[in-house]
């Protein structure tokens, strides 16, 4: 019989509803690699947030029956752009004036009273641009925008950011001269000794995202910038991913005919312990500047799903706009929920 006592942790969280021996063979394995810490220092929120519905009866029954209310975190089928995810903000981008969107344009610099952000400061290829500021929406890290704030947060404020930690990872694709590697949508590696963490094979999401009679592989690695992985070479990180996939008997080294590397640094909030605490007090802060909407996963320090972050700058845009009033900070707030 599972008991539930307290559930302060990941651990105890998923030990409640699944017991300790299937937690220790197929949560902690993976969790630990993925987050980089133990699960004793995970909130249970996590858990809440990223299984929820599913417990140890609906994981058996979901193996034998198939019905319309599976939990979320059994989802079968989901709706994906013929030409990738960056569709969606490509064509949202064709509506807006060329001259009013600004790539490769960091914010450096954050001015503000007290009340209200009164400018923003830019950097533009090797030089700085200072724009006045009428309504901000940030996406920005919430421990970066902090940083970059004149004049500076309360002491208190700026400890509370010290205590937040993000993931990051790396994004190898492996370009292959084959028709397909697999069907399945995910695959992932639990065993440490395997460097690399999940892999994915676009063209199973979509067949327009590979060429005729050819497919890749998207290999994520988790990792903090501090690891050694994160300073390999882009070749050397390539190498090694086929060599591994190569081993594991899913592909062989001699099909990849290219590939490339991206490093995303605060790809991912990491819920330790205590950090509710700690964004409650770095949000009361934002909060008294009338004209800053934190939005988005890095700025709210809140790990949810795509369609409830653009449901945060739809609303955001209707703030700005003054057709609501809505509270970002409540979108996708309840403990329990889980991507989609």
């Excluded at 050694?228 to 099909?255: F, H, K, M, N, Y």
């Excluded at 312990?273 to 409650?280: L, P, S």
Aim: aromatic content about 10%; some cysteine.
């Amino acid at each position: 019989m599972l008991r539930r006592g307290p559930q302060e942790t990941f651990e105890d969280w998923v030990v409640s509803r699944f017991g300790r021996k299937l937690y220790e063979i197929y949560f902690k394995t993976y969790s630990e690699k993925v987050w980089g810490v133990s699960c004793k220092r995970l909130g249970s929120d996590f858990a809440a947030q990223r299984i929820k519905g599913l417990s140890f009866r609906e994981a058996v029954k979901n193996m034998f029956v198939r019905g319309d209310k599976a939990p979320e975190s059994l989802v079968s089928e989901f709706t994906y752009p013929r030409l990738g995810f960056g569709q969606i903000a490509e064509m949202m981008a064709r509506c807006v004036p060329q001259d009013r969107i600004h790539l490769s344009t960091p914010v450096v610099g954050v001015r503000h009273d007290g009340k209200r952000v009164r400018e923003v400061v830019v950097r533009q290829g090797k030089a700085e641009r200072t724009w006045a500021a009428e309504d901000i929406i940030s996406t920005i890290a919430v421990t970066d925008l902090l940083g970059m704030m004149d004049p500076p947060p309360p002491r208190e404020v700026l400890e509370a950011a010290r205590g937040l930690t993000y993931r990051d990872i790396i994004i190898a694709f492996l370009a292959l001269d084959r028709e397909r590697v697999t069907r399945d949508h995910w695959i992932y590696f639990p065993d440490p000794e395997v460097f690399l963490g999940r892999i994915h094979e676009p063209k199973n999401w979509s067949a327009a995202m590979a060429p005729q009679g050819q497919t890749g592989l998207v290999v994520e690695i988790f990792c903090f910038q501090k690891e050694p992985v994160w300073r390999q070479g882009d070749e050397t990180l390539l190498q090694r991913a086929a060599a591994t996939l190569e081993g594991l008997d899913l592909i062989r080294t001699s099909e990849v005919i290219g590939g490339c590397v991206v490093r995303y640094r605060k790809a991912y909030p990491l819920y330790e312990t205590g950090y509710r605490e700690r964004m409650e007090k770095i949000l009361d802060y934002l909060g008294g500047l009338s004209n800053l909407q934190s939005a988005g996963r890095n700025a709210l320090f809140r790990y949810t799903s795509s369609d409830r972050y653009m449901e945060m700058a739809m609303k955001a845009a209707e703030n700005v706009l003054g057709l609501a009033d809505h509270d970002l900070i409540a979108v996708a707030a309840e403990q329990e929920y889980a991507e989609r």
